[in-house]
Each structure stands twice: as structure tokens, then as C-alpha cells.
């Protein structure tokens, strides 16, 4: 079952058109990746999924519902975390989830053991200080345990890395990765190796349309071929290699990269023939920061 779909959505901001026939789906329990570059639209689409702001044309299903603009029903499906949380500085963050608790409704022993179950999966059960000492990781972390708290079927993350260290971005994904048991993760990002580190399905917004989508594994198959990377022991054998062929291409150092498999062997054949000593040989699977470039032109 599909947890959110979005069909043939479009949304303008005067004559400036953001989102052009977005169609996608994102499949139950899994974490989402929704790549663009900053400012392709992806904010936009999320407050559109949230009933936030009005579509121009299309449809939007949370868990088969759809989406109203204002007041939408479908948000009791959703939790959600901004790029920039917002709290109240003077409570702790037992105090926190319970406020939250209380003002949607869920009985206090619930409010009490879900708290408690959360600040566990973030990592803040034994936090006692008050949220305004917290730094922008902890903040991170409290914000999706809030998101979770009332057992939400789909769990939307606007850029929740993005101004995070690398040990704080680890913390986070660790988190949103174990919070596939429990949810749908819609998880976007404009950084890539975090969508390799834990999403199983993604799509590229390029120019406010769906350029790629599909699995991890399909995507890298469906585009550039992997590439061959030639390490040699002497920088000064580099230029007799591209003088003669002139489809390798320098990769810093000694080293040279190879497009295409297909030529390995008679780039070998030379080497051994001049007998060229070779430090490393090396096939490189395509990254997806490759074919994002290639997507976008760059």
C-alpha cells in the first residue's frame, strides 16, 4: 500500500511556477528520499501534502485520503518536522511531549509511556535541562520524537540534516531509520550520500518535475554506467596515457578515470606493452550525486 501519492499536482506563486505535474508514490514503511537542490520545490510540496497551501490542479492521498486545503482530516495520519523546529525553551522535554499530548487528546498513561518510549529512541530520556540549553542536534532529535508521539502513519521531515554536524546527521538518520517499524518516512534532503545512507525508495525534483524516481538499486542501474578509476605509480605516465587515449580523463593525484568499461582492456594492453607500473585499478559504482549531475545537466 502506497502511505502518500501525489498526482499530477501543480502549484504557482504568481507567475512563477514551483511545482509542474508532480506525480509520485511513496510506499509504506519505508524512508522516502525527496531530492532537489534548494529552492526545486520540495518545501512547497510537503506543505501541500499537509493541507498547508491550496493546489493548483492535481490530487493529494494520505493512507488513501485526500488532502484539503486548511483544516484537512488527513493530518491525523502525519507527523511532521520543519527544517527549523520551534519550542517552548522553558520546558524540559518530558514536559514538552507531554503539552503536546495533552492538546491532541491522548489519555495521560499514554502520554506517559509513548514519552517515555520516544525520548528512548532519541536518545533524551536522561535529559533533565530545559530545551533552551539544547543545541540544534538535540533540538533535531526532540522534534521527531514529538512528531512520533501520537503514532503517525507517515512521518514528513523538511531537510532535518542540513545544519547538522557529521555526528549529529548520523545520530538523525540512525533515528529516522529505525522509525521505519513504526512509520513511513517521507525524508527530504538536497544531501545525497544521506538519501544512499538510508532510503530504499527516492525521487529527484528537478525544475518542479519528477526527473527520477523509483528504488536505490533501479535508479543506479537505469543510469550512467560505473566508471573505472587507474591509480599509477608515476605521475609523469599520466600525460603519454591521455595523449594516446583521449577518452581517460584526470582524477587528481596519479590518477585517471576510465568512462567506459568496455576500452579497459586495450588501455591494459598499452600499460603492459610500455610496461607502465600500475598502483591500483579500481571500478567505481555510479553515486547518486553523479546522476544528479547528469540529471540536471551539470
Same mark, same amino acid.
Given at each position: 500500500?502506497?502511505?502518500?501519492?501525489?498526482?499530477?499536482?501543480?502549484?504557482?506563486?504568481?507567475?512563477?511556477?514551483?511545482?509542474?505535474?508532480? !506525480?509520485?508514490?511513496?510506499?509504506?514503511?519505508?524512508?522516502?528520499?525527496?531530492?532537489?537542490?534548494?529552492?526545486?520545490?520540495? &518545501?512547497?510540496?510537503?506543505?501541500?501534502?499537509?493541507?498547508?497551501?491550496p493546489m493548483d490542479k492535481g490530487e493529494i492521498l494520505v493512507?488513501?485520503?485526500?488532502?484539503?486545503?486548511?483544516?484537512?482530516? &488527513?493530518?491525523?495520519?502525519?507527523?511532521?518536522? %520543519?527544517?527549523?523546529?520551534?519550542?517552548?525553551?522553558?520546558? !524540559?522535554?518530558?514536559?514538552?511531549?507531554?503539552?503536546?499530548?495533552?492538546?491532541?487528546?491522548?489519555?495521560?498513561?499514554?502520554?506517559? *509511556?509513548?514519552?517515555?518510549?520516544?525520548?528512548?529512541?532519541? +536518545?533524551?530520556?536522561?535529559?533533565?535541562?530545559?530545551?533552551?540549553?539544547?543545541?540544534? +542536534?538535540? /533540538?533535531?532529535?526532540?522534534?521527531?520524537?514529538?512528531?512520533?508521539?501520537?503514532?503517525?502513519?507517515?512521518?514528513?521531515?523538511?531537510?532535518?540534516?542540513?545544519?547538522?554536524? %557529521?555526528?549529529?546527521?548520523? $545520530?538523525?538518520?540512525?533515528?529516522?531509520?529505525?522509525? /521505519?517499524?513504526?512509520? &513511513?518516512?517521507?525524508?527530504?534532503?538536497?544531501?545525497?550520500?544521506?538519501?544512499?545512507? @538510508?532510503?530504499?525508495?527516492?525521487?529527484?525534483?528537478?525544475?518542479?518535475?519528477?526527473?527520477?524516481? +523509483?528504488?536505490? &538499486? $533501479?535508479?543506479?542501474?537505469?543510469?550512467?554506467?560505473?566508471?573505472?578509476?587507474?591509480?599509477?605509480?608515476?605521475?609523469?605516465? @599520466?600525460?603519454?596515457?591521455?595523449?594516446?587515449?583521449?577518452?581517460?580523463? %584526470?582524477?587528481?593525484?596519479?590518477? *585517471?578515470?576510465? +568512462?567506459?568499461?568496455?576500452?579497459?582492456?586495450?588501455?591494459?594492453?598499452?600499460?603492459?606493452?610500455?610496461?607502465? %607500473? @600500475?598502483?591500483?585499478?579500481?571500478? *567505481?559504482?555510479?553515486?547518486?550525486?553523479?546522476?544528479?549531475?547528469?540529471?540536471?545537466?551539470?
Amino acid at each position: 500500500m502506497n502511505m502518500l501519492n501525489f498526482f499530477h499536482v501543480q502549484k504557482s506563486f504568481g507567475a512563477k511556477q514551483v511545482l509542474r505535474d508532480v !506525480t509520485f508514490c511513496v510506499p509504506e514503511h519505508t524512508v522516502f528520499g525527496f531530492v532537489g537542490q534548494n529552492g526545486a520545490g520540495k &518545501t512547497t510540496a510537503m506543505k501541500l501534502a499537509l493541507g498547508l497551501l491550496p493546489m493548483d490542479k492535481g490530487e493529494i492521498l494520505v493512507n488513501g485520503e485526500a488532502v484539503r486545503y486548511g483544516n484537512t482530516v &488527513t493530518n491525523r495520519f502525519v507527523g511532521y518536522l %520543519p527544517d527549523v523546529p520551534e519550542f517552548y525553551s522553558f520546558l !524540559t522535554p518530558a514536559e514538552y511531549l507531554r503539552f503536546c499530548g495533552e492538546i491532541t487528546g491522548m489519555p495521560d498513561r499514554e502520554i506517559m *509511556l509513548r514519552s517515555e518510549e520516544m525520548l528512548q529512541l532519541v +536518545g533524551l530520556d536522561k535529559e533533565k535541562r530545559r530545551i533552551k540549553g539544547f543545541s540544534r +542536534g538535540m /533540538k533535531q532529535r526532540l522534534g521527531i520524537a514529538q512528531a512520533l508521539l501520537n503514532r503517525p502513519r507517515l512521518l514528513i521531515c523538511d531537510e532535518p540534516t542540513s545544519a547538522l554536524d %557529521p555526528a549529529g546527521r548520523k $545520530e538523525l538518520l540512525d533515528i529516522l531509520a529505525a522509525a /521505519k517499524e513504526q512509520t &513511513t518516512v517521507l525524508f527530504s534532503t538536497h544531501i545525497l550520500s544521506d538519501v544512499e545512507h @538510508i532510503c530504499s525508495e527516492l525521487a529527484f525534483l528537478h525544475k518542479g518535475k519528477i526527473a527520477l524516481k +523509483g528504488s536505490l &538499486t $533501479e535508479i543506479k542501474s537505469m543510469h550512467r554506467a560505473a566508471a573505472t578509476e587507474l591509480e599509477l605509480e608515476r605521475r609523469e605516465d @599520466i600525460k603519454a596515457l591521455m595523449h594516446v587515449f583521449s577518452y581517460l580523463e %584526470p582524477a587528481g593525484g596519479s590518477c *585517471l578515470r576510465l +568512462g567506459n568499461p568496455e576500452r579497459l582492456p586495450e588501455v591494459l594492453h598499452f600499460l603492459a606493452d610500455g610496461r607502465i %607500473p @600500475i598502483q591500483r585499478i579500481e571500478r *567505481l559504482e555510479p553515486t547518486l550525486e553523479d546522476l544528479f549531475m547528469e540529471v540536471i545537466g551539470k
